[in-house]
């Protein structure tokens, strides 16, 4: 944390006229100042996707008349990597990504925007926290997950976080029971894809399907969630599996 204000620098990927990022903007702005720089339309479900066949662009925006930052033509992570190498004069202290509509836990983990918005942060080298509340709804009630993100907000400014490390911050609608640490569900879709047909004789799909639990325990995130709690996961993005490469070490090929 530098000497001076601390920047925070804002994200999402529900894009950046949603009521969650104003939200997170509120609450962050209690820390420091404040730059949004998020895609400028929806984006959800996006992972760590960037743009590598089209330029980028970014235009200028005003919030409330209160807060200031850029829309970006790409993803959550473009806009995370476009702010750190062009849009801000002075790097971020905290980078906060949120507040999503939708839950992020278990395997949401791996298909999220926002989280992947965080996860780019802490690529760069910035503490890094993910927020989403569980509800869908844009008209939900975010006051817990303001408070929620207000605490672990103030936790990486006072204590920081290991490098490679990134929060990821879920938060039931309504107001907040409380926060527990919790790990990653094993958790997987069970989908399907509707077939159709258009007014062209064309095919054409839909995807549906049903988030499937493939564990057990009090402290999942999703079972944590279930009982009305808030959920915070320390996650990485070294996908390394330690224990295999432990057990082959010795293994010739």
């Known amino acids: 944390m530098s000497d001076n204000k ?9 894009g950046i006229f949603s009521p969650g990022i104003r939200a997170l903007a509120e609450v962050a702005d209690e820390f420091g100042e404040v730059h949004i720089i998020a895609p400028d339309r929806q984006q ?29 033509t790409g993803t959550p992570a473009d806009s995370i990597k476009l702010a750190h ?19 992020n836990a278990g395997v ?20 890094s926290i993910a927020v989403s509340c569980t509800d869908f709804d844009e008209d939900a009630d975010l006051s817990g997950s303001k408070e929620a993100a207000r605490k672990v907000i103030r ?36 989908e399907e894809f509707e077939g159709r047909v258009d007014p062209n004789n064309r095919s ?3 995807l549906t399907g049903r988030l499937e639990l493939l564990d057990e325990g009090d402290d999942l995130d999703i079972n944590v ?29």
């Open 108 to 127: 949401n983990i791996l298909y999220s925007g926002t989280v992947s918005a965080a996860t780019e942060g802490t690529i760069l080298g910035y503490p």
């Open 155 to 190: 936790y990486v400014l006072n204590q920081g976080l290991p490098k490679g490390v990134t929060l990821n911050l879920n938060v039931p609608a309504g107001e907040l029971k409380g926060i527990k640490w919790a790990r990653q569900a094993d958790s997987r879709y069970v």
């Open 44 to 72: 959800s479900a996006v992972g760590h996707a960037v743009t590598v066949s089209t330029p980028l662009r970014s235009r200028s925006f005003q919030i409330d008349g209160r807060f200031s930052g850029q829309a970006v």
């Open 6 to 14: 601390p920047v925070i620098l804002i994200c999402n990927d529900d």
């Open 225 to 253: 969630l279930k009982k009305g709690y808030a959920s915070l996961t320390p996650i990485q993005y070294d996908m390394t599996a330690y224990s295999l490469l432990k057990d082959v070490e010795d293994v010739e090929l």
């Open 204 to 206: 054409y799909y839909w």
């Open 85 to 103: 190498d062009q849009l801000m004069k002075r790097k971020p202290d905290l980078v906060v990504s949120g507040i999503n509509h939708g839950s």
